[in-house]
């Protein structure tokens, strides 16, 4: 079974650093599109910024030049490197993936497999 789990979420102080990670389990394709998504209260999910195998990724204009994504060599933990947090960076952050033949959209509706969501608090 496919897995996504969150970690690392908490609360930080504005203009602080959080990582988020998230462990994917079960996943066997060889070309896949992961990304991070986040939810503010009363708003849409947005994508906040997305990978595929080659390594290329895209950001949200709200976030580039802040934040990282990245993956490990093994492919096992995707991680969000948060940098210059700002208290409109709150919302819960949910990792998301799909298997993928090069592409990678932004729509959440595009993505099959999501981690629970883990909760970032900036003040």
């Known amino acids: 079974d496919v897995q996504l789990v969150e970690s690392g979420g908490g609360s930080a102080q504005a203009g602080g650093s959080l990582r988020l990670s998230c462990a994917i389990i079960g996943y066997t394709y060889r070309t896949y599109c992961v990304a991070w998504f986040r939810q503010a209260a009363g708003k849409e999910r947005e994508v906040v910024a997305t990978?595929?195998?080659?390594?290329?990724?895209t950001y949200a204009d709200s976030v580039k030049g802040r934040f990282i994504i990245s993956q490990d060599n093994a492919k096992i933990t995707l991680y969000l490197q948060m940098n210059s947090l700002k208290a409109e960076d709150t919302a819960m952050y949910y990792c998301?993936?799909?298997?993928?033949?090069?592409?990678?959209?932004?729509?959440?509706?595009?993505?099959?497999?999501w981690g629970q969501g883990t909760q970032v608090t900036v003040s």
């Open positions: 998301a993936a799909r298997r993928s033949g090069g592409e990678c959209y932004h729509n959440a509706s595009w993505f099959v497999d």
């Open positions: 990978l595929i195998g080659d390594g290329s990724t």
